[in-house]
């Protein structure tokens, strides 16, 4: 059965690997998008151009191969670097082709992002957003570019995820939002299994 599950939410929400989690569950294909903007912004500053370079950013996001995605991009700087280009509508408007023609290639997806369930699939028949405290969330990141070997001090990671969470919600297009049909999901007091099982059950409800 054709299915397209939208997941939302802010940054080191847990979407990422709850959408992995819910694509190998129900047989669908996964797209992290973030990764979109996040291979667009490398691409410029491995070129040592300024991310407001409008005509190479739009280039860069039109000859994008997703092939060739590697580690690289889940750096805190390159993370930063996607959310200020991801501003420019220009570059959103070549990348929603490419994330409407993974969405409509059967057996469908799960795609999370900021504007799945609001600009890129408004019509998913499952749309979650996902949340937690900036706290949570900063400790959860933290603790992951740990495991990279990045070393960071956790208040300077919360800085950065209050710094993003302002401007991914406030700029002018495709800004953060949860879909008025999106079910919300806090796993502030949720580790990631409690998280999964609840947005199966809420999968499931809405296919009965
Ligand atoms: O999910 P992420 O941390 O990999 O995303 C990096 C940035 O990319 C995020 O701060 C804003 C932007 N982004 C976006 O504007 N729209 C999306 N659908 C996904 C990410």
Redesign the pocket.
């Known amino acids: 059965m054709f299915l397209i599950i939208a997941i939302?939410g802010p940054?080191?929400s847990g979407?990422?690997t709850l959408a992995k989690k819910l694509a190998a569950q129900f047989g669908l294909r996964h797209l992290?998008?973030?990764?979109?903007?996040?291979a667009v912004a490398k691409t410029l500053m491995d070129a040592g151009q300024p991310l407001s370079d409008v005509a190479k950013a739009t280039a860069a996001a039109r000859s994008l191969d997703p092939s060739r995605f590697d580690d690289a991009l889940k750096s805190r700087a390159v993370?930063e670097a996607?959310?200020i280009?991801?501003?420019i509508p220009e570059v959103?408007t070549v990348l929603v082709t490419f994330?409407r023609q993974f969405a409509a290639t059967p057996p469908g997806a799960v795609i999370?992002?900021?504007?799945?369930g609001t600009v890129?699939c408004p019509d998913a028949p499952v749309k979650i957003f996902v949340t937690a405290s900036p706290q949570v969330r900063a400790q959860r990141r933290a603790k992951e570019f740990a495991a990279q070997g990045q070393a960071v001090d956790e208040a300077a990671v919360l800085a950065d995820i209050l710094a993003?969470d302002e401007?991914?919600t406030t700029?002018k297009v495709?800004p953060?939002k949860q879909a008025a049909d999106a079910h919300l999901l806090d796993t502030t007091h949720m580790d990631i299994d409690a998280a999964f099982r609840a947005a199966v059950e809420l999968v499931e409800r809405s296919r009965r």
């Open positions: 939302d940054a080191a979407k990422g992290d998008t973030g990764l979109l903007y996040r993370g996607a959310s280009l991801s501003a959103r994330q999370d992002g900021r504007d799945i890129i993003r401007r991914d700029r495709a953060m």
